[in-house]
């Protein structure tokens, strides 16, 4: 039996409420500010702790290292070294010679993830008496530090999703394979880090239902503000559900009044969500953007993961030579509730802890974040917007100075009077292991020039507002994984 739309719908985790689709014409951006100010909804902050503890204790993922040349499923090539899966599918670790005129290293080589395929990052949306909430569900991946973390809807690769592994079907894909049948809010290709992964786009997707939906086991319908709780606790928040959070289309005019800014900061980032003007125009950032792509200089080639200079490739790993950057190594995982309850796979183990940070500052009372035009090796359009800091500080120790990133050291110094966010996130989980990186904004210090107070810009540095940053985001390769992270984390400051 189909129930009434005025009553509580079925099984939806939590608590009850009043479901519907009709906003009256209201802009999508002030319904979302409106989620991310509900201290209450369907799942309260204890139904969270419970929802939480209780995946944790269903955890069964097991992770054990294994050689490279001994996984099952997985080929080395005899000749290159290079590692592939006997479908043809998943990905590919191969090596990547890498030449930057410009940059303090101009040739290096390194292994490179080679996915071309793209999967779907997509997080499904309902309105509960009028405020939007997102189903989220808990996930454990065999590269996440403390095993469960939390994932937007759908996360899945192409091959996982049209089941080459002939494993179970994954829950809810049909709402984003077959959009139309709610309402389309975000649809974008994204990129993945570019200094692991070899042009890797998601397709970030947001869709709004008013369909009755089955709540399965290990999902929640959560509003933004309770998600943005989430985001202050080390490694809780997974990368895929920050990166679509990042996405979403929170800016426009009204959004000042609609955050109810208490003053000060709050009120700068809020005038900074709304239509108020920035520093440089929207076309003359584009014209930035472009420039510095014409003018940079970055040539990658593929060559065998087994000939790298620098690496030694063993069979049980392939390893830098140094000590820094990053290791390929092997896993086998057995769990249970995945689309196929065990497999094996190589993975990137990071050597070293990233630091991502933006430095913020306010010019005529409105919040500008300082972007950075950073080119990787994997990027598909030679750079992309990235935080103002985005390094491996242990991969600097006891290299040249022109190694160390433009304001790292006033990152790292900021008092606690200047750092408006700080958490310690998991990367990708599902390709990386126990990737991880130090999240931060802070506001610059007082002082240093430009045309308020704080650093001034450089040929590959730039302010920009909330607003165009959101400008950018519908656009494919513009705003890079960390920065998009950081924006999520930026988003959850209002309202606190």
Known sequence: MTPSPR??????????????????????????????????????????????AEARDGDRMTVRPAPLSELPGWNVDPRTGDLTHVSGAFFTVHGLAVEHRDAPVPRREQPIIDQPEIG?????????????????????EPGNVGGVQIAPTVQATRSNYTRVHRGRPVPYLEHFRTPSRGRLLVDVRQSEHGAWFLRKRNRNMVVETREDIELLPGFRWLTLHRLHRLLDRDDLVNMDLRSVLGCLPVAGPGAAAALAPTGGFQDALARSLDASPGLHADADLLHWITERRTRTDVRVHRVPLSGMAGWRHDGTTVTPEDGRSFEVAGVTVGTAGREVDDWSQPVVRPLGTSVAAFLVKRIDGVLHLLAQALAEPGCSDVLELAPTVQCVPHD???????????????????????????????????????????YLIVEAAPGDGGPDEGP???????????????????????????ARSLLACLYSLPGR
């Open 7 to 52: 009553e509580p719908p079925p099984v939806l985790g939590g608590g009850t409420g009043r479901a519907f689709h009709a906003d009256g014409g209201e802009p999508l951006h002030l319904r979302l500010a409106r989620s991310a100010l509900c201290p209450d909804g369907l799942t309260s902050p204890e139904a969270v702790e419970a929802w939480l």
């Open 120 to 140: 779907i990052l997509g997080l499904l949306v309902r309105a509960f008496d009028g405020v939007p909430h997102c189903l989220v569900q808990t996930k454990a």
């Open 396 to 438: 600097l120790d006891g290299g040249p100075p022109q190694v160390r990133p433009p304001f790292l050291d006033d990152v790292l110094a900021a008092g606690p009077d200047r750092v408006r966010f700080a958490a310690t996130l998991s990367e990708e989980g599902g390709r990386l292991y126990h990737a991880r990186g130090r």
């Open 456 to 482: 001034e810009e450089s040929p590959d540095f730039r302010w920009l507002t909330l607003r165009q940053f959101a400008a950018l985001l519908p656009h494919s390769h513009y705003v890079n994984v960390q």
